[in-house]
């Protein structure tokens, strides 16, 4: 089994925020695949289990799931669990999470068979068993969250970031790769385009005094291969296998990243967020989302150009920050998420998150500040141009705006996610910057808007 490089993995290399990583091995190439067994082997397992869904995946005209489950039947007992989708899809939820645990119960071994969402159901309830070992393999390049030790859960219908477990080892055989539909490919393209504006959220973050986690080293490990991912963007729709090698490799350093940071603020800021509200719409009205990862490409322009507009107006002199009173902001996250929940429950957890942001930067604040310049510029080196995110996105063939979505985002939910993305979670990004220097008002989200199209 090959192992992590050092090079790129070694946490000796890594500030104090670094912490051991618990993925062991991986295994990228045309016959990872094969190689299964000799994960498994030595834990001589008594009951195996083979999580996925049933969704068709191939690799060279065979159903993979049925190749894994052939491929391990030497080595134990073979039992199949079966992901339940729900409307819209499967989701990642209290239920679905807890009949996957009571199928895989009593199992010595996970082999987890899937893209995003399974995966992160599959780290869940690895964490819940106590799992001696589980292997996660990868059916698809749709995101980067196969390589940590964090799953996105619904949490009262909220996506929450939750600490789950890494997986023992990772799996991504191109052939199996090729086999994904182009567009869920290119999502991880999407997803991979957050290098370019997650991480000056993190940094300005921690500038302010938000999050104490920022390690330049963990993003340069990621974002020295930006150039890399964009130059094998295109080839992704002809299952250029080299393509897929670099973009699979590039999502498993990511995730690493987020591992090593212990939180997924690396990769995942105001564009994430943004594709979370869209999400949470859809799962809540019962409709199919776009692709994480597609969304995420679209949003990280539109954060890019939030990122603008913050500049130019503080370069213009506006400097003057103000923080509103929990009394004010209560009303205003309960109506902004109000419509997804007739319960309450929902906006009851975005304002649980929200409340300990705005704790957080009055203990360092106050109520009111000054924002130096200096610290804005420091942040932006780290982003990119939203001129070069859209073209980046449309020569690799993905969706540049959220009306090209698959299927499109509309205008009112889109204007809805981007001006409330601030309201939803305990992260800070450039979105809350705007807010408390008071450019985040109706006609400061309309001029985003109006730049993206």
């Known amino acids: 089994m090959a192992e ?17 990583v618990g993925l062991r091995a991986v295994e990228i190439g045309t016959d990872a695949l094969l190689r299964l067994p000799a994960l498994i082997e030595p834990v001589t397992p008594s009951r195996i289990v083979v999580l996925s869904d049933a ?3 191939r690799r060279h005209g065979q159903e993979a799931t049925a190749l894994v489950t052939s491929l391990l039947s030497g080595l134990g007992d073979v039992h199949l669990v079966t992901v339940q989708a729900g409307a819209g899809g499967v989701h990642a939820d ?33 964490a819940e068993l106590r799992t001696p070992v589980h292997v996660l393999v990868q059916t698809a390049l749709s995101v980067n969250g196969y390589a940590d030790d ?17 997986p023992d080892a990772l799996i991504a055989d191109t052939q199996l790769l090729a086999g994904a539909p182009p567009e869920l490919n290119l999502a991880g393209v999407g997803d991979l385009l957050a290098m370019f504006t997650a ?43 080299a393509a897929i ?64 507009h913050v500049r130019e107006r503080v370069r213009a002199g506006l400097v003057l920050l103000r923080c509103p009173a929990d009394e004010q902001m209560r009303p205003a996250v309960l109506q902004a998420f109000g419509a997804l929940d007739p319960s309450g429950a929902l906006a009851e957890e975005c304002w649980r998150g929200y409340r300990r942001k705005l704790a957080r930067w009055r203990e360092r604040h106050g ?44 205008p009112r939910t889109t204007r809805w996610a981007l ?8 992260r800070f990004t450039v979105v809350d910057l705007a807010f408390f220097l008071g450019i985040w008002q109706p006609a400061d989200v309309d001029a985003v808007l109006a730049a993206a199209r």
């Open 367 to 410: 109520a009111s500040g000054r924002l130096d310049p200096a610290q804005l510029d420091d942040a932006a080196r780290l982003l990119e141009q939203p001129a070069a995110l859209t073209t980046a996105l449309r020569r690799s063939g993905a969706p540049a705006l959220m009306a090209e979505l698959d299927p499109p985002v509309d």
């Open 245 to 308: 090698e670099v973009l699979a490799t590039v999502l498993t350093l990511s995730g690493v990243a987020m591992g090593l940071a212990g939180t997924t603020a690396p990769a995942s800021g105001a564009e994430h967020t943004v594709s979370h509200l869209i999400e949470m719409a859809a799962t809540r009205q019962g409709r199919r989302s776009a692709y994480h990862g597609a969304q995420v490409g679209a949003a990280a322009v539109l954060a890019a150009l939030v990122w603008q």
């Open 419 to 426: 001006a409330n993305c601030h309201l939803m979670r305990d």
């Open 55 to 57: 969704v068709p995946k």
């Open 4 to 20: 992590l490089p050092d090079t790129a993995f070694d946490v000796r290399r890594y500030a104090s925020t670094a912490r051991p």
């Open 150 to 166: 964090q799953s996105v859960l619904l949490v009262d219908g909220v996506k929450r970031t939750t600490p789950t477990r890494w």
């Open 94 to 126: 209290e239920r679905t999470v807890a009949a996957a645990c009571a199928g895989a119960a009593g199992a010595s071994a996970l082999v987890t068979v899937g893209s995003g969402t399974v995966a992160d159901i599959g780290k869940a309830v690895a």
């Open 199 to 241: 991480p000056a959220d993190w940094r300005i973050a921690s500038l302010l005094g938000m999050d104490d986690s920022y390690a330049e080293d963990i993003v340069a490990m990621v974002r020295e291969h930006g150039q890399a991912v964009l130059a094998a963007a295109p080839s992704l729709r002809q299952a250029d296998t």
